[in-house]
Each structure stands twice: as structure tokens, then as C-alpha cells.
């Protein structure tokens, strides 16, 4: 009987546990990811959308698509078939305006779930692109052109959308022929802006930052905007590699912002670097040429820049009132038709390495402070060790480079590379630039 009854147990027992793996099969099959395909399963790329599940794919067939508006309120991933050329998404371009905080305008897409991928659409004709109001989304491969508003919006929005939202990524679009490029603001940050191509945008710049903080923005190429990159009220952000040109006011503008790295860009507009009221930024490696003013700042403090070509400009490098001392050496000052330019007496920038470095010129080791390069300087250098004997003097003779290059910086084998001292914290430096008001 015991026997009997033992088996009875086992049996039960490979029952229930039969039961369990059945039903946690059944549980993972029932969550796989599916792909939908629009317009086979859904008409409206809309319907596939409100049909899905979480992690979905959604797939759009070539065709032209009229929408009011994608909402995507789920992790999705929803991209073209065949690319942009072959898939067109056209919004609704209402906007009314009530006052900042009452907004009725058409995003072609708003992704308002996090983990959204929108990849490969031509999108046009909306109040705005895409409109990011949520997280780690990534917009990648799309052709963003002539939507009235930004192509692509990523901050609060009126009382709708307020907040902010962190860690998306905008790479490889083209956005152009619209309103402005890329708007990121209202402290949304950690935003990835990578190799995407920005022209002809007409209102608006072609980046534009506003209160945030930890964005990257490399290997863009921006043009023929009103400004190339604006940046304001931001902090750690890193700016490598972009080409910007023929913007018609400012290639790169930097308000109130601290703690920025300007590396590698060339730039081209009627003024290529403006930097007011910053602080604390580090520019460096760039080629700003072609303008009425290469490098233009005022109000600012304990901004290093260095390894520079500033180039075939009007003014190459103007200054206007400043608060505390700029860092400006190892730069090169080429064919400028004004070398430089102080509008205000001080004294505090420094023209020069912040201490004796150790370089080789002509064969020859040396240590020693060393300046920028002026293409026209005109005195010699009794001691050859690359160091011209007579300053360069700047503002009524009373500001001087001390040290003046006889050669351009890449002539210098600079043992180490003269890092910029961390600067001291500066009286405009409040809580990573948060002080900007719209």
C-alpha cells in the first residue's frame, strides 16, 4: 500500500511539474517580440502602433503616408522597408500658439514611451519632426526635411510635456529645410548627436542646446543656418568633429555655459567661435576661417584656447569687456586682415603656456613659455631657439603676447602636451550654467 501510494506521489508530482515548464513556455512564447507589417496587418501606421506589444517591431511598407499624428506609446521599433526614399510620412502642420505653457501643434511622431526606435522615413510637413518626451529612444536614418518647427524636439513641451528626458541618440538624419534642426532643452540630458547632416534650416540654429548638460555632439556637418550650434545654460557637453559653414551669424555660440570641450570642428560662418559669459570652456584642434570674426568673446572667464588655425578672417581674434583671465596660446593666426582686437583695457588674459615647456625647434631642444603665431610679425629671433625677441602688443601697447612663435604651432615638438590648467572657480560658474533664462 505504501508503495502504491508512494508512486501516486511521484506521478503527482511529474505532473505539476509537467504543468510548470507547459506554462512558462507558453508564458515566453506569449511575449515574444512579433513583427507587424503596415499596410498588411494595419492600414495606419497608428493602428499598428495602438495593436502592438512592448518590443515589437513594426515594419512600413514604400508608399505615402498621411498622418495627424504617431503616437508611440510603447517600446517599439518602427522603421521603413526600404529606406527613406521609399517610405514618406507627411504630418499636420496646425499650430496655435496660446502662450508657452498652451500649445496645440502636430508632431509627425511623438514618442512618448521610452526605448523607441524610429529609423529610415522621409518626415515631413508637421509642426515639428519627432518630438522626444521620454527616454533612451534613438532616431536614426531618417530624411527630417521641411517641417515648420524643429525635425527633431527633445524637452518639455508646454503643460503637456514637462519634464525631462535623458539618453536619447540622433544619428545619421538628414534634417533640413526646416524651421530649426535640433532643439534639446529643459534639462534633458546624456543626448547622443552624431553624424547627422543639418542644412538650410531657416529660422532657427542648427543645434540648439538650452539648460543641459553631458550632451555629445560630433561629425555633423551643419549649413547655411542663421547659427550653426547654440549652446546655452549648458555644462560637460563635448562638441568634436562637426563641420559648419556658411552660417549667417554665428558657426558656434556658447552663452553661459561652463565646462564645455570645443575639439576638432571647422568652422566657417561671419563669426566662428562667439563665447559670452562662459566659463571654464576648453577649445581646441579647431579651424576657424573665412569670417568676419574667427574667435569673438566678452563677459567671459578662464577659457583655455589652444592649438588653433584661425584663419582668413576680418578679426582674428576680437575681445571685448572679459571678467577674468582667458588662457590663448599655441595658436595660429594666418592672413587675418586684423590679427586681434581688445575693445576694453585689461590685462588678465594670458598669451601664453601657463609654464615653461620643454620643445624642440630646428633640431634643437629648449624650454621655455611659448605664445601663438602671427603670420605677421616682423622681428627676429637673435637666440634661435623659435621665440621671437620682441612682443607682440595688443590695446594701446599695453597687453602683449610676450612670447610670439616664429613658426606655426606644428613646428614645435612639444614634449607633452601643455594641458590647460583646471581653471579657478570663477564668479559666473553657478551649478553648471542653470542660470540662463529663456
Known amino acids: 500500500m505504501k508503495k502504491h501510494a508512494s508512486k501516486e506521489v511521484v506521478i503527482l508530482k511529474l505532473r ?16 515574444q517580440a512579433t513583427t ?11 493602428w499598428a502602433v495602438n495593436n502592438a ?27 521603413s522597408e526600404n529606406g527613406s526614399k521609399s517610405c514618406i510620412i507627411v504630418g499636420n502642420d496646425t499650430f496655435l500658439w496660446a502662450d508657452r505653457y498652451n ?19 522621409t518626415i515631413t510637413g508637421g509642426s515639428e519632426g519627432v518630438c522626444v518626451f521620454s527616454n533612451r529612444n534613438t532616431i536614426k536614418g531618417n530624411d527630417i526635411l521641411a517641417n515648420r518647427g524643429y525635425g527633431v524636439y527633445i524637452g518639455s513641451y508646454g503643460n503637456e510635456y514637462p519634464g525631462d528626458y535623458d539618453d536619447n541618440a540622433v544619428i545619421q538624419n538628414n534634417i533640413s529645410l526646416n524651421g530649426g ?32 548638460d553631458y550632451t555629445n555632439i560630433e561629425r555633423n556637418i551643419i549649413a547655411q543656418g542663421p547659427i550653426g550650434i547654440f549652446s546655452a545654460g549648458t555644462a560637460y557637453t563635448t562638441m568634436d568633429g562637426n563641420v559648419i559653414s556658411g552660417a549667417r551669424i554665428y558657426g558656434l555660440k556658447i552663452d553661459y555655459s561652463y565646462y564645455n570641450t570645443v575639439v576638432n570642428n571647422e568652422i566657417q560662418s561671419y563669426t ?63 592672413n587675418n586682415e586684423i590679427q586681434n582686437r581688445i575693445s576694453c583695457l585689461y590685462k588678465d588674459s594670458i598669451w601664453n603656456t601657463m609654464r615653461p ?82
Open 16 to 31: 505539476i511539474i509537467f504543468l510548470f515548464v507547459a506554462l512558462t513556455y507558453m508564458l515566453v512564447f506569449s511575449v
Open 36 to 46: 507587424i507589417f503596415v499596410p498588411d496587418d494595419y492600414d495606419e501606421i497608428q
Open 53 to 79: 506589444s512592448n518590443k515589437d517591431t513594426i515594419i512600413v511598407r514604400d508608399g505615402i503616408y498621411h498622418v495627424n499624428e504617431i503616437v508611440v506609446d510603447k517600446q517599439l521599433t518602427i522603421k
Open 103 to 121: 500649445i496645440i501643434s502636430y508632431c509627425v511622431f511623438k514618442l512618448v514611451a521610452d526605448g523607441v526606435t524610429i529609423e529610415g522615413f
Open 181 to 212: 534642426g535640433i532643439f534639446v532643452g529643459d534639462g534633458s540630458d546624456n543626448t547622443l548627436i552624431s553624424e547627422n547632416v543639418i542644412l538650410m534650416n531657416s529660422r532657427d540654429p542648427g543645434i540648439n542646446l538650452e539648460e543641459v
Open 272 to 334: 566662428g567661435l562667439f563665447i559670452q559669459e562662459g566659463a571654464n570652456n576648453i577649445i581646441y584642434y579647431n579651424n576657424i576661417t573665412d569670417g568676419i570674426y574667427g574667435v569673438y568673446l566678452v563677459g567671459s572667464a578662464n577659457n583655455c584656447i589652444y592649438y588653433n588655425n584661425i584663419m582668413d578672417n576680418f578679426y582674428g581674434i576680437y575681445l571685448g569687456c572679459l571678467k577674468t583671465g582667458n588662457y590663448i596660446f599655441l595658436n595660429n593666426f594666418i
Open 357 to 438: 615647456v620643454s620643445y624642440k625647434y630646428s633640431g634643437k631642444n629648449f624650454k621655455g613659455y611659448l605664445g601663438n603665431y602671427w603670420d605677421d610679425y616682423q622681428y627676429g629671433d637673435a637666440d634661435g631657439n623659435g621665440v621671437g625677441d620682441q612682443p607682440i602688443l595688443m590695446h594701446k601697447n599695453v597687453i602683449a603676447d610676450n612670447f610670439p612663435l616664429m613658426k606655426p604651432f606644428e613646428y614645435y615638438g612639444i614634449h607633452g602636451k601643455p594641458t590647460a590648467k583646471k581653471p579657478k572657480q570663477s564668479s559666473l560658474d553657478n551649478q553648471g550654467g542653470k542660470q540662463y533664462a529663456k
